[in-house]
């Protein structure tokens, strides 16, 4: 193999940059040539692809986002869409594709790898929620940013002696809740994982006022449902006042944190590494702070091994 492309895809995550370069580095050491997707799966049905050289990915280590663009495309999930970035990269005759990006770009890899087309898959997420790893690239800037959001409004709830519920984001999965949650002390962490009752919130509440407690801190999962929402339910059981305050995108932005950079640094250039020895059809991670690769089918299953331990050690702590 002597070309291979990389492309960024889905929602975009900080360490994204220093994991292009590290896929780009570690290919032109090894004497290949690496050609840069833009604007994930949408640039390349239409072709917009170019070389890239060592300099291409100067000074962008410490850079949020993805000087890739990144991008949403509906006509490559189509059998037609497929056929056409296929085609694309068959005429610049590049062999291999490393994908970065999450649950969704992964499943695009799928269908290329289905198609027979070798993809490697890097996991570029805030969200920290693809099976096989135990850390994306993102997710510990993003807990960065979340935390330090929720300092700043503890600041206030004390001064104030308010509760404040603070709204982070994750869909479909609780770890920038859970995280921050128990690195910023919060009294109550809800996250999609696991459902919850309004009265165990208000006991809990109630108990913290008991022993004198005059502030308290709630960090709810997108996914859960919203900040505002949550305000208007403890409203009616407790007649409590709160104040709700919704993180939104500065949690996807920002210039990764060390940590980021190096996992990206390492998942990129395994990537490489996979290309070259001739694999496809699989994604990169860490377990135990060691690299690993596995079949990207094994990205999609649920993962039994969520975090529980995390959940119940919050619990004990936030009495
Ligand atoms: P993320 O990678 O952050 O989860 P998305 O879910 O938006 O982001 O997915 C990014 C892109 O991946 C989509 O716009 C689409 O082009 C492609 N994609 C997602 N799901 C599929 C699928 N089932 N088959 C083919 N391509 C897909």
Known sequence: MRKIGVLTSGGDSPGMNAAIRAV??????HDFEVFGVYGGYAGLITGNIKQLELGSVGDIIHRGGT?????RSNEFKTEEGQ???IEQLKRLNIEGLVVIGGDGSYRGAKAL???GYRCICVPGTIDNDISGTEFTIGFDTALNTVIDAVDKIRDTATSHERTFIIEVMGRDAGDIALWSGL?????T?????????INDIV??????QERGKKHSIIIVAEGVCSGVDLARKLKEATNLDTRVSVLGHIQRGGSPTAFDRVLASRFGARAVELLLEGKGGRAVGIKENLLVDYDLSKAFEKDVTYDLSLIKLSKELSI
């Open 67 to 71: 000087v890739l663009y990144s991008a």
């Open 24 to 29: 780009v580095r570690k290919a032109i050491y």
């Open 189 to 197: 962490i809800l996250i999609p994982e696991e459902d919850y009752d």
């Open 83 to 85: 056929q056409k970035a």
């Open 203 to 208: 006991a809990r509440l109630h108990k913290g």
């Open 113 to 115: 790898t289905d198609k």
């Open 183 to 187: 690195a910023g002390g919060a009294e």
